[in-house]
């Protein structure tokens, strides 16, 4: 006896198929939440599993995106014992070059496993990482270079510490550098007008 029943057309399903469709929709679900656009990309990767003269169905196809899902989510794979980043763009790029490899009949189908799939995306990693590597060692090498252009080239500088080289013989001597002139005195009153302008101060007192 059915658990339920459509009270429109009287289909009868069980709550076992109910609960199907309903993990069926939340696959789904995920998936065009990642990307819709990539989403119908997994859907033609999908259909690569398709074998000769059957049809897919539909518990296979969610069972094939179940299984992508949490990397595709994560955007990262993990292959051969380490992991690697997987972008939803590089997914995009694997998933068309497998497409155009069924295109041109250089795909053996149907597909076993996503493994295939999972060493074209470590391979665009590993190319990925290979290039940053070039960058950051190009960079290394042209900041030494900077550097170095910007030490002194005179070996003479380096040890004389900038003093006054020694003129060598038949060279002119270079001219010593002019001592600086002392200090001024500072500015005030000698002792002697001082004194006569108290000697001043004093007759002018005594005028009656």
């Known amino acids: 006896m059915a658990d339920l029943s ?26 065009a939440t990642v990307s819709i656009p990539l989403g ?17 169905t539909a518990s296979k196809k969610i069972k094939l995106i179940l299984q992508l899902l949490p990397d595709l989510e994560r955007q990262a794979i993990t292959w051969k014992g380490r992991d690697w980043p997987a972008p939803l763009s590089a997914w995009a790029q694997a998933i068309d070059q497998m497409l ?9 189908l149907p597909m076993k496993g996503h493994g295939y799939l999972y060493a074209i995306l470590s391979g665009m990693a590993d190319r990925h990482e290979a290039a940053a590597e070039q960058t ?17 080239t005179h070996v003479g500088a380096l040890f004389t510490g900038g003093a006054t080289p020694i003129a060598r013989p038949g060279s002119t001597a270079p ?16 002792p002697t007008v001082r004194a006569m302008r108290e000697a001043i101060a004093k007759r002018k007192g005594e005028t009656p």
């Open 100 to 108: 155009a490899a069924r295109d041109l009949q250089r795909l053996e």
């Open 136 to 152: 950051r060692e190009a960079e290394r090498r042209s900041a030494g270079r900077a550097h170095s252009s910007d030490a002194p």
């Open 6 to 31: 459509c009270p429109v057309c009287g289909t009868e399903l069980d709550m076992s198929s109910l609960f199907a469709c309903e993990m069926d929709h939340r696959a789904l679900s995920r998936l």
């Open 40 to 56: 119908a990309r997994v859907l033609q990767y999908v259909a690569l599993f398709t074998p000769p003269k059957q049809r897919l």
């Open 175 to 190: 001219m010593p550098a002019p001592r600086p002139a002392p200090a001024a005195a500072p500015a005030g009153t000698s």
